[in-house]
């Protein structure tokens, strides 16, 4: 069965460094998704990309995140200059179809800034 | 902008026995998506199971069945015979149906705190 693969399971880095986390999503998948779940806490939406562009993003998604695809099946997540709290972990997540599909997720890179 | 709550932060259930799992929504759209997705210890995300808002009959996956009462705003999760492979944390959650951001709608998952089942053999 066909599934969303991340890479890095885990990464550690210091703080001020940059992280790119990155995500194989399945392969006739034309939606891609980065969320976060803070240890403990909810997951939450950072970005949507579709057609090689960012569709939708949230208020987390500052200027220190940026998300590529590029060469076709990769689909990353950078992070500029790491602070402590984005330490988490971080779900990609694809969808065929943005209707009437659901999402699939990968199994996620846990995140930990020092 | 919509809203998911799940009351309970855990429940306990024995093996075998059925329980129910809680989630209210709040939202001003007319059309959406809602989602139960299991995240065990291993911690990734499995959806498992989804229900139209436009469909008045509630889905049914194997052990997994839902009530969706959309009047009430209310999408329990029910599972029938427990099995120790059950215990993860369950996330309800919500999708608009109306289209992406440059239709003026969302295409965001929005996710409940969690609840974390515990099946006890």
């Known amino acids: 069965e066909p599934e969303v693969t991340q890479t890095p399971s885990h990464q550690v880095t210091q703080m001020g460094q940059e992280v790119i986390l990155r995500c194989v999503p399945i392969?006739?998948?034309?939606?891609f998704y980065w969320y976060r779940q803070i240890l403990g806490q909810k997951v939450e939406f950072l970005v949507s990309?579709?057609?090689?562009?960012?569709?939708?993003k949230s208020e987390i998604f500052d200027d220190q995140f940026s998300v590529e695809r590029p060469d076709g099946s990769n689909f990353t997540l950078k992070i500029r200059s790491t602070k402590l709290e984005d330490s988490a972990m971080y779900f990609c997540?694809?969808?065929?179809?943005?209707?009437?599909?659901?999402?699939?997720f990968g199994q996620g890179t846990r995140l930990t800034v020092v | 902008a919509q809203t998911v709550t799940q009351s309970q932060p855990e429940m306990s259930v024995q093996e075998a026995e059925t329980v129910t799992l809680s989630c209210t929504y709040d939202?001003?759209?007319?059309?959406?998506?809602l989602f139960w997705y299991k995240q065990p210890p291993s911690r990734q995300m499995i959806l498992v199971i989804r229900?139209?808002?436009?469909?008045?009959q509630n889905a049914t996956e194997n052990r997994f069945s839902v009530n969706f009462q959309k009047a009430a705003k209310s999408f329990s999760l029910k599972i029938s015979d427990s099995q120790l492979g059950d215990a993860a944390m369950y996330f309800c959650?919500?999708?608009?149906?109306?289209?992406?951001?440059?239709?003026?709608?969302?295409?965001?998952?929005?996710f409940g705190k969690g609840m974390k089942l515990t099946v006890n053999p």
């Open positions: 997540a694809s969808n065929r179809g943005r209707m009437n599909t659901e999402a699939f």
């Open positions: 392969s006739n998948h034309l939606y």
């Open positions: 990309f579709y057609n090689n562009e960012i569709s939708e």
């Open positions: 939202t001003s759209e007319s059309d959406y998506y």
């Open positions: 229900q139209e808002a436009y469909k008045q």
């Open positions: 959650a919500y999708r608009s149906a109306n289209g992406g951001a440059a239709q003026g709608g969302s295409e965001k998952l929005v």
